[in-house]
């Protein structure tokens, strides 16, 4: 298996084209939220940009567009015939994306519920009993 194939396991990427926001911006926020999790770290290789637009179904230019901005915002380095690493930048997120997030993963869980026929005070509750048997997981 070669790096780059080694890599695309702790990227996971799901695209989720009804959600509004554009597939490179998914791409960009998947690619930091792997480094910021630790998944990816520092001098990991990436998908080849023709690899990762096969694998996801999407136009090479996507990917471009995604690596691109995450190169000139110092978190990929590209080095040409080798490929597009992960550069030594700390991901850090500011109150406002991180709220952004949360707002995207929780307008999704409801709207998931809601295909499957359950009312928004049935996810609440449920969410109230996941954290509580967290918590006590806890301690």
């Keep these: 298996m070669t790096r780059a194939a080694a890599i695309r ?5 799901q695209l989720d084209l009804r959600s509004g926001v554009p597939v490179y911006r998914q791409i960009m926020d ?4 792997a480094v910021a999790s630790g998944r990816l770290a520092e001098g990991d290789q990436l998908p080849t940009v023709r ?3 096969v694998d996801l ?30 550069s030594n930048q700390r991901v850090e997120q500011d109150d406002a994306e991180r709220r952004r997030k949360l707002d ?3 307008s999704d869980c409801i709207a998931r519920a809601g295909a499957e026929g359950f009312t928004a005070r049935q996810v609440v509750d ?12 806890r301690t």
């Design 9 to 13: 396991d702790p990227l996971r990427l």
């Design 57 to 86: 179904s999407i136009n090479p230019n996507t990917v471009i567009r995604a690596y691109r901005e995450l190169e000139i915002r110092g978190f990929l380095n590209t080095h040409q015939g080798t490929g597009t690493f992960i």
């Design 104 to 106: 995207s993963i929780v």
């Design 126 to 137: 449920r969410l109230k009993e996941l954290l509580a048997e967290q918590k006590t997981r």
């Design 51 to 53: 690899q990762l637009a």
């Design 30 to 33: 998947q690619v930091l939220a």
